[in-house]
C-alpha cells in the first residue's frame, strides 16, 4: 500500500454526463502527470468503465487505421476511438458484429472541432464482448456511483464539486435526470418475460 | 467519592467467582486505605485484592485472565503493543531465521491465523504442531499492517483439549475485472528449489539463465468504481476463471509459437466482467480463494427509490 503508485479508480459515469465533461486538467506540471476530465458531478476521472452496446464501428482514418466505435448506454453515446496504439482495442472493433455488447476501459479525452466546441471521447485500454448482465449490473451501478457523486456535491470541502460549479454551473438536474431515465428505462425492460 | 466504588465495583467483578464480599465490604476497606492511611488508589486496590484472595487461599494466576488481560480471538488482534491471553492451535512451524528466535510459526482459532514468535530467551516449553494451547500474556505486534504475537518469559502455556477448525482470514473484494497485467498468463518459474520467482526472458533474477517450469497466473484488479483491488489468481484460480488449464496453454502457446497468446485469449473472456473474489490478502493482493461471476439480475428498484427521493 505504502510506495507503490496507487491505481486510478474507473469511474463510472453515463454518457450523457461524459460528454459534458469538457475541461481536462493535471494535478502537477509534471509532463507525464495523469489527465484528469472534470466530471461535472465534481469528480475527477482518469480512467472510466462503460459498458453498453456498440452499434457502429468505422475506419476513420486515412493513412494508418483509425477506428471509431459508438458505444450506446441508456443516456447517450461514448465515442471510442483506437488506432495504431491501442492496436488490440483497434482490432476488436475492426472484427467486431454490431450490434454487440461491450466493456470498455479507458481514458477521457478531449478534442476541439472546427467550430471551436469541444468533444469528449474515450481511448480505450480494453474493450471486450461482454453479455447482458455486465451491461445491466453496470447500468444499475453507473446510476448508484453518479448519485454519489451528486449527493456529495454540496458537501464542505468537496473540491471537485467546486471546480465544477466554476467550470459547469451548479445544475445538476441534467444527470439526476439521466440516472431515472437509465433506470425506469431498465424497469420496462425488466417487466417484459425474457424469451425462454 | 465516587472514583472509589467505580474500583470497590470492579473488584468485587473480578473476585466474585472465588470470594464472598459484598461491594460495600470492598468499598469500606478500599475507603479506610486511601482516606485514612493515604495509600494511592491503585495501590490499595491491590492490597484489598490480596486480603481477599488471601482469605480465599488463592493465588493471584486463578483468577480469571492471570491478571486482568482480554481473552482475544485472532481476528480481534488489531493494535499492536496489547497484552492478550489467547487460544490457539499450532497449524505450522517454521523454521526460525535467527538465533534469538526459539520457535516461530503460525498459530490459528476459528476466526483466522497469526504468525507467533517465541524467544530463544523466554525458556518456555516447545509448542508442538496440531496442539491446541492457552496461552496467557503474549504481546501483539505489527508489521506491515500484518500482526503476530510474541510469547516471552511471563507468557503461560497450558495445552488444552479443544477441537476446532482454523478459520481463514478472508478478505471479500468485487467488483469488474478492468485489467489482466503483464506476467499474467502462461509463465516460468525459476526452478531452483524455494525459488519461485516468474522468469523475465527467461532469466531468474536470483539464478540466472534457468530452464524454467511452466505455470498459469493471472494479476488482475478488480474495480467497484470506488476502490481498485489487485487480486492473483494462481493456476487453480486461473483455470476455474478462464476455462484454460496449464496443459491446454502450453498447447495454445506451442501452436502460436507465443506464449503471449495465452493472456490474450484469457483477457478477451474475463475483461470487463464483474466478479467476487475471497482469499486471504498479502501485501498489496488478494489471493484468490474463491471466484464468483457476478452475472444475477440487478436490482434498480432501490436505486430508483433513491433517485426518485433526490
Same mark, same amino acid.
Not at chain 1, 43 to 60: C, K, M, P, Q, Y
Given at each position: 500500500?505504502?510506495?507503490?503508485?496507487? #491505481?486510478?479508480?474507473?469511474?463510472?459515469?453515463?454518457?450523457?454526463?461524459?460528454?459534458?465533461?469538457?475541461?481536462?486538467?493535471?494535478?502537477?506540471?509534471?509532463?507525464?502527470?495523469?489527465?484528469?476530465?472534470?466530471?461535472?458531478?465534481?469528480?475527477?476521472?482518469?480512467?472510466?468503465?462503460?459498458?453498453?452496446?456498440?452499434?457502429?464501428?468505422?475506419?476513420?482514418?486515412?493513412?494508418?487505421?483509425?477506428?471509431?466505435?459508438?458505444?450506446?448506454?441508456?443516456?447517450?453515446?461514448?465515442?471510442?476511438?483506437?488506432?495504431?496504439?491501442?492496436?488490440?482495442?483497434?482490432?476488436?472493433?475492426?472484427?467486431?458484429?454490431?450490434?454487440?455488447?461491450?466493456?470498455?476501459?479507458?481514458?477521457?479525452?478531449?478534442?476541439?472541432?472546427?467550430?471551436?466546441?469541444?468533444?469528449?471521447?474515450?481511448?480505450?485500454?480494453?474493450?471486450?464482448?461482454?453479455?447482458?448482465?455486465?451491461?445491466? #449490473?453496470?447500468?444499475?451501478?453507473?446510476?448508484? #456511483?453518479?448519485?454519489?457523486?451528486?449527493?456529495?456535491?454540496?458537501?464542505?470541502?468537496?473540491?471537485?464539486?467546486?471546480?465544477?460549479?466554476?467550470?459547469?454551473?451548479?445544475?445538476?438536474?441534467?444527470?439526476?435526470?439521466?440516472?431515472?431515465?437509465?433506470?425506469?428505462?431498465?424497469?420496462?425492460?425488466?417487466?417484459?418475460?425474457?424469451?425462454? | 467519592?465516587?472514583?472509589?466504588?467505580? @474500583?470497590?465495583?470492579?473488584?468485587?467483578?473480578?473476585?466474585?467467582?472465588?470470594?464472598?464480599?459484598? *461491594?460495600?465490604?470492598?468499598?469500606?476497606?478500599?475507603?479506610?486505605?486511601?482516606?485514612?492511611?493515604?495509600?494511592?488508589?491503585?495501590?490499595?486496590?491491590?492490597?484489598?485484592?490480596?486480603?481477599?484472595?488471601?482469605?480465599?487461599?488463592?493465588?493471584?494466576?486463578?483468577?480469571?485472565?492471570?491478571?486482568?488481560?482480554? @481473552?482475544?480471538?485472532?481476528?480481534?488482534?488489531?493494535?499492536?503493543?496489547?497484552?492478550?491471553?489467547?487460544?490457539?492451535?499450532?497449524?505450522?512451524?517454521?523454521?526460525?531465521?535467527?538465533?534469538?528466535?526459539?520457535?516461530?510459526?503460525?498459530?490459528?482459532?476459528? @476466526?483466522? +491465523?497469526?504468525?507467533? +514468535?517465541?524467544?530463544?530467551?523466554?525458556?518456555?516449553?516447545?509448542?508442538?504442531?496440531?496442539?491446541?494451547?492457552?496461552?496467557?500474556? *503474549?504481546?501483539?505486534?505489527?508489521?506491515?499492517?500484518? $500482526?503476530?504475537?510474541?510469547?516471552?518469559?511471563?507468557?503461560?502455556?497450558?495445552?488444552?483439549?479443544?477441537?476446532?477448525?482454523?478459520?481463514?482470514?478472508?478478505?471479500?473484494?468485487?467488483?469488474?475485472?478492468?485489467? %489482466?497485467?503483464?506476467?499474467?498468463?502462461?509463465?516460468?518459474?525459476?526452478?531452483?528449489?524455494?525459488? +519461485?520467482? *516468474?522468469?523475465?526472458?527467461?532469466?531468474?533474477?536470483?539464478?540466472?539463465? *534457468?530452464?524454467?517450469?511452466?505455470?498459469?497466473?493471472?494479476?488482475?484488479?478488480?474495480?467497484?468504481?470506488?476502490?481498485?483491488?489487485? %487480486?492473483?489468481?494462481?493456476?487453480?484460480?486461473?483455470?476455474?476463471?478462464?476455462?484454460?488449464?496449464?496443459?491446454?496453454?502450453?498447447?495454445?502457446?506451442?501452436?502460436?509459437?507465443?506464449?503471449?497468446?495465452?493472456?490474450?485469449?484469457?483477457?478477451?473472456?474475463?475483461?470487463?466482467?464483474? $466478479?467476487?473474489?475471497?482469499?486471504?490478502?498479502?501485501?498489496?493482493?488478494?489471493?484468490?480463494?474463491?471466484? @464468483?461471476?457476478?452475472?444475477?439480475?440487478?436490482?434498480?428498484?432501490?436505486?430508483?427509490?433513491?433517485?426518485?427521493?433526490?
Amino acid at each position: 500500500m505504502s510506495g507503490a503508485p496507487t #491505481r486510478e479508480v474507473a469511474r463510472r459515469v453515463f454518457a450523457a454526463e461524459f460528454n459534458d465533461a469538457t475541461f481536462t486538467f493535471k494535478e502537477s506540471d509534471d509532463e507525464r502527470a495523469p489527465l484528469y476530465a472534470l466530471l461535472p458531478t465534481g469528480e475527477r476521472s482518469n480512467r472510466v468503465f462503460v459498458a453498453g452496446t456498440l452499434t457502429e464501428t468505422e475506419d476513420i482514418g486515412e493513412d494508418s487505421e483509425y477506428w471509431r466505435g459508438r458505444v450506446v448506454d441508456p443516456t447517450g453515446t461514448f465515442f471510442v476511438y483506437a488506432g495504431q496504439y491501442q492496436p488490440e482495442a483497434a482490432s476488436t472493433l475492426r472484427d467486431a458484429e454490431t450490434p454487440t455488447y461491450v466493456a470498455v476501459v479507458g481514458k477521457p479525452r478531449t478534442f476541439e472541432t472546427d467550430d471551436g466546441s469541444v468533444n469528449v471521447s474515450l481511448r480505450p485500454e480494453s474493450i471486450t464482448m461482454v453479455d447482458e448482465a455486465v451491461r445491466d #449490473r453496470w447500468v444499475v451501478e453507473a446510476a448508484e #456511483r453518479t448519485l454519489d457523486r451528486v449527493e456529495a456535491f454540496d458537501e464542505e470541502g468537496n473540491e471537485y464539486a467546486e471546480r465544477a460549479r466554476a467550470e459547469y454551473g451548479e445544475d445538476l438536474s441534467a444527470y439526476r435526470q439521466a440516472v431515472l431515465d437509465a433506470l425506469e428505462d431498465f424497469d420496462t425492460e425488466a417487466d417484459v418475460p425474457a424469451d425462454a | 467519592m465516587s472514583d472509589l466504588s467505580d @474500583t470497590a465495583q470492579e473488584v468485587h467483578d473480578d473476585l466474585s467467582e472465588h470470594v464472598d464480599a459484598t *461491594v460495600d465490604d470492598v468499598e469500606a476497606r478500599l475507603e479506610k486505605l486511601v482516606t485514612e492511611y493515604k495509600v494511592p488508589v491503585d495501590e490499595a486496590r491491590r492490597s484489598v485484592e490480596n486480603h481477599y484472595l488471601d482469605e480465599a487461599g488463592l493465588d493471584r494466576d486463578d483468577l480469571a485472565g492471570g491478571g486482568g488481560n482480554d @481473552t482475544v480471538e485472532v481476528e480481534d488482534v488489531d493494535e499492536a503493543e496489547q497484552w492478550v491471553d489467547i487460544t490457539a492451535k499450532v497449524v505450522e512451524l517454521w523454521e526460525p531465521r535467527s538465533d534469538s528466535v526459539g520457535q516461530v510459526g503460525l498459530l490459528g482459532d476459528p @476466526t483466522g +491465523t497469526i504468525k507467533f +514468535t517465541k524467544w530463544a530467551k523466554s525458556d518456555l516449553a516447545n509448542l508442538e504442531e496440531g496442539k491446541t494451547y492457552r496461552l496467557g500474556n *503474549v504481546v501483539t505486534d505489527e508489521y506491515e499492517g500484518r $500482526y503476530s504475537v510474541k510469547l516471552n518469559k511471563t507468557t503461560t502455556i497450558e495445552e488444552v483439549d479443544e477441537e476446532f477448525e482454523v478459520g481463514d482470514n478472508e478478505d471479500e473484494v468485487e467488483g469488474a475485472l478492468v485489467d %489482466v497485467q503483464s506476467g499474467s498468463g502462461l509463465i516460468k518459474r525459476c526452478p531452483e528449489e524455494d525459488c +519461485t520467482r *516468474v522468469l523475465q526472458n527467461g532469466r531468474c533474477n536470483e539464478h540466472g539463465e *534457468v530452464e524454467g517450469e511452466f505455470d498459469l497466473r493471472i494479476k488482475g484488479v478488480l474495480d467497484d468504481g470506488t476502490d481498485v483491488h489487485e %487480486v492473483i489468481f494462481d493456476e487453480e484460480a486461473t483455470e476455474d476463471l478462464t476455462d484454460i488449464g496449464l496443459e491446454e496453454a502450453k498447447q495454445m502457446a506451442k501452436d502460436a509459437l507465443d506464449t503471449t497468446v495465452v493472456a490474450d485469449e484469457m483477457r478477451a473472456k474475463i475483461l470487463g466482467k464483474y $466478479y467476487r473474489v475471497t482469499g486471504p490478502t498479502f501485501g498489496r493482493y488478494v489471493l484468490a480463494n474463491e471466484t @464468483t461471476l457476478l452475472d444475477d439480475q440487478p436490482d434498480p428498484e432501490s436505486v430508483l427509490i433513491r433517485a426518485r427521493s433526490m
